[in-house]
C-alpha cells in the first residue's frame, strides 16, 4: 500500500498550525489551481471530529470528488481524515503537530490504495514515484 510522508516545520504555535490545517477556507484558498472547492458536507471554516466534506477538483484530465470524514482528532496534536467516497480505493491522511521550541513539526501521512488493478499501479508509478 503506496504512503507518502511529508515533514514541514512551521514558525507558528502547534495550536495555529493545527487550525489552519483544519480550515476548509484556506484549503479552497490554496487549491485554486485546481478550482478545488467543497461542494457538500461542511464547506468552510473549522472541521471538526465526525464531519464530512465533499470536495470536486480537475485532477489528471477529470473532475473528481472527494468524501472525506474527520475520524480522530486529538486537539493540537492528531487529526485524520478518511476517504468515505472517491476514486480511492482507500485513503487515510493523518496530520501530525508537534512543538519544537518557537515552531511546530507538522507530518502528514497519506496512505492510499488505487483501483483500477495493474492500470492503478502504473499510475502510481508514473505519477506519484516522488
Given at each position: ?8 516545520f ?66 493540537y ?32 501521512i ?21
Amino acid at each position: 500500500m503506496p504512503t507518502i510522508c511529508l515533514s514541514t516545520f512551521i514558525k507558528a504555535p502547534p495550536e495555529r498550525v493545527f487550525d489552519l490545517s483544519r480550515s476548509i477556507t484556506l484549503h479552497t484558498v490554496s487549491m485554486q489551481h485546481t478550482n478545488e472547492k467543497a461542494v457538500a458536507g461542511r464547506t468552510s471554516g473549522l472541521i471538526e471530529l465526525n464531519e464530512s466534506v465533499t470536495w470536486r477538483a480537475k485532477h489528471v484530465f477529470k473532475t473528481r470528488f472527494l468524501e472525506t470524514r474527520i475520524t480522530a482528532m486529538i486537539p493540537y496534536s492528531l487529526f485524520t481524515d478518511e476517504q468515505l467516497k472517491g476514486d480511492f480505493k482507500m485513503m487515510k491522511h493523518e496530520h501530525h503537530f508537534k512543538v519544537l521550541e518557537d515552531s511546530t513539526l507538522m507530518t502528514d501521512i497519506f496512505t492510499f490504495q488505487t483501483p483500477y488493478g495493474f492500470s492503478g499501479i502504473l499510475v502510481n508509478f508514473l505519477f506519484l514515484k516522488k
